[in-house]
């Protein structure tokens, strides 16, 4: 396991975009995020695999939302442009050192090791 630290959560209008940020204390296979609505599952955002750079995004963040890395610094970037209301949610970092994830399942959140302790977005309407 890694320790995880996101920062650059906040409040913002809609249309309007965000840069979260994690950085881990170590290496691992792949990165991502999750979030949370209070009342609701925690649900995949994206992930992004160390070697070689391959992506996956929920479909409701494809097209709006990037994820990138930094692999001298271990950090992961997601870049959040068009913000909506339904964004508002707790970002979780997430971290996996498994060698594959398929990409069928990294909704499934059992095939993450660590996790930091959210970064609160909120989008205005």
């Known amino acids: 396991q890694v320790q995880l630290v996101e920062s650059g959560g906040g409040l913002v209008q809609a249309g309007a975009s965000l840069r979260l940020s994690c950085a881990a204390s170590?290496?691992?296979?792949?990165m991502g995020w999750f979030r949370q609505v209070p009342g609701k599952e925690r649900e995949f955002v994206a992930l992004?695999?160390?070697?070689?750079?391959?992506?996956n995004y929920a479909d409701s963040v494809k097209g709006r939302f990037i994820i990138s890395r930094d692999n001298a610094k271990n950090t992961v970037v997601l870049q959040m442009n068009s913000l909506k209301p339904e964004d508002t949610a707790v970002y979780y970092c997430?971290?996996?050192?498994?060698?594959?994830?398929?990409?069928?399942?990294?909704?499934?959140?059992?095939?993450?090791?660590?996790w930091g302790q959210g970064t609160q977005v909120t989008v205005s309407s």
């Open positions: 992004i695999r160390w070697s070689g750079g391959i992506t």
């Open positions: 997430v971290a996996s050192s498994s060698p594959l994830i398929p990409s069928n399942v990294v909704k499934e959140r059992s095939w993450y090791d660590s």
């Open positions: 170590g290496r691992s296979n792949a």
